[in-house]
């Protein structure tokens, strides 16, 4: 599967649990570390634990290799390693305060409504 697989499947699970603010970053060029980062947040502990375990849940559904979540125990900011897509589920406070579209403003900003018209 390619990152762009993983992308959409990540995109659609974040809305699918109402995500707040979907942000897609094309890491390509930018970063070693990944294709695409995917940045969002709830409101909520609870909110945050549900759209990260949405995410986990559909990526291995689909066959995906989990590398590695953190971050569940508080569920403050949960990261989902995908291996080439790397997904931030912040809890808003959080969100605001670490600011990854700021820190990776290189990056070019992809779409979200393209990824789930696709």
């Known amino acids: 599967m390619n990152s762009n ?3 959409d499947i990540a995109v659609r699970a974040a809305d699918d649990k109402l995500a707040h603010e979907i942000t897609t970053l094309d890491m390509q060029g930018v ?5 695409y980062f995917v940045i969002c947040h709830g409101n909520s502990e609870t909110q945050v634990a549900a759209i990260a375990n949405e995410i986990k849940k559909s990526a291995v ?3 995906f290799e989990l590398k590695r979540l953190e971050g569940a125990d508080k569920a403050r900011w949960i990261l989902i390693d995908l291996n080439d897509v790397i997904v931030h589920v912040f809890h808003k406070e959080e969100r605001s305060y670490y600011n990854l579209e700021k820190l990776w403003g290189d990056a070019r900003i992809i779409d979200v409504e393209e990824i789930l018209n696709r």
């Open 5 to 7: 697989e993983k992308l």
């Open 61 to 63: 559904a689909a066959g």
């Open 31 to 35: 970063s070693l570390i990944a294709d």
